[in-house]
């Protein structure tokens, strides 16, 4: 609230004069109000550049989550785990002999996700930890969509016949990470999430605008009671600032 001696002063007339002791005193209470005001402004806008980062990095992700991922297997990067297994899938299903009975279900199945589940390693698996924005992005778009191709397919039933049961060993190794993979990014990254925190932010920037506009327009209040007591002083003495 602002003191009755602070409006006097504000509304100090041109030329007038104050007794020394009374316009210092004047002068240290509207310099003290001045930093005080600086101070809540730049919590105003600590608190909006907060919110501003976080909803940024829901809806255009910076953090690379998928290395924290990999190193909980002793790995660098996502790339070295999901590669491998795209690798070795791709190799055993080449190498099965050109005779192998084609006719089970279990055999469609892996048929298939070799040619939906393990596309070129170079577009999908080659992430790049030093682009982490650019690879998260692509990286929401991929995994999606292989959880989804991945998904929507019934498991046979019954016993995995004889040679493919490597194949069945890194196949489901390799679809759990992208299941794993698919929670992180719904669970941090999904629609609900963002405009959420979208809300969130919105209001923290509409805040930070009034309570800015209401802090500035007290500063310069203040800053004119500053000037009229420089410029008031009965005796002509240099204040210092």
Same mark, same amino acid.
């Given at each position: 609230?602002?003191?009755?001696?602070?409006?006097?002063?504000?509304?100090?007339?041109?030329?007038?004069?104050?007794?020394?002791?009374?316009?210092?005193?004047?002068?240290?209470?509207?310099?003290?109000?001045?930093?005080?005001?600086?101070?809540?402004?730049?919590?105003?806008?600590?608190?909006?550049?907060?919110?501003?980062?976080?909803?940024?990095?829901?809806?255009?992700?910076?953090?690379?989550?998928?290395?924290?991922?990999?190193?909980?297997?002793?790995?660098?990067?996502?790339?070295?785990?999901?590669?491998?297994?795209?690798?070795?899938?791709?190799?055993?299903?080449?190498?099965?002999?050109?005779?192998?009975?084609?006719?089970?279900?279990?055999?469609?199945?892996?048929?298939?996700?070799?040619?939906?589940?393990?596309?070129?390693?170079?577009?999908?698996?080659?992430?790049?930890?030093?682009?982490?924005?650019?690879?998260?992005?692509?990286?929401?778009?991929? =995994? &999606?969509?292989? !959880?989804?191709? /991945?998904?929507?397919?019934?498991?046979?039933?019954?016993? $995995? %016949?004889?040679? @493919?049961?490597?194949?069945?060993?890194?196949?489901?190794?390799?679809?759990?990470?992208?299941?794993?993979?698919?929670?992180?990014?719904?669970?941090?990254?999904?629609?609900?999430?963002?405009?959420?925190?979208?809300?969130?932010?919105?209001?923290?920037?509409?805040?930070?605008?009034?309570?800015?506009?209401?802090?500035?327009? =007290? &500063?310069?209040? !203040?800053?004119? /009671?500053?000037?009229?007591?420089?410029?008031?002083?009965? $005796? %002509?003495?240099? @204040?210092?600032?």
């Amino acid at each position: 609230m602002i003191s009755l001696r602070s409006f006097a002063a504000h509304s100090l007339p041109e030329n007038s004069t104050l007794p020394e002791i009374v316009a210092q005193d004047i002068l240290t209470h509207s310099k003290n109000k001045i930093r005080e005001i600086g101070k809540k402004i730049a919590r105003e806008e600590s608190k909006y550049y907060t919110m501003y980062k976080n909803y940024t990095n829901i809806l255009d992700p910076e953090d690379d989550f998928t290395g924290a991922y990999a190193q909980k297997y002793g790995e660098e990067c996502l790339y070295d785990i999901m590669n491998r297994f795209s690798i070795n899938f791709k190799g055993l299903y080449t190498d099965l002999p050109k005779d192998y009975d084609e006719g089970t279900e279990w055999y469609a199945y892996f048929e298939y996700m070799f040619f939906r589940a393990f596309p070129d390693n170079s577009i999908v698996w080659d992430i790049n930890s030093n682009y982490a924005r650019r690879d998260n992005k692509r990286l929401i778009v991929v =995994l &999606r969509g292989l !959880y989804d191709i /991945i998904s929507e397919v019934p498991v046979p039933c019954g016993e $995995v %016949p004889h040679g @493919l049961n490597e194949m069945h060993r890194v196949f489901f190794t390799y679809s759990g990470h992208v299941n794993n993979l698919h929670k992180i990014i719904k669970s941090r990254f999904s629609c609900s999430n963002v405009f959420a925190l979208q809300k969130k932010y919105v209001y923290v920037y509409e805040e930070r605008s009034r309570v800015k506009e209401i802090l500035k327009n =007290l &500063r310069e209040f !203040y800053e004119k /009671i500053k000037y009229n007591m420089y410029s008031s002083v009965y $005796v %002509p003495v240099v @204040l210092r600032c």
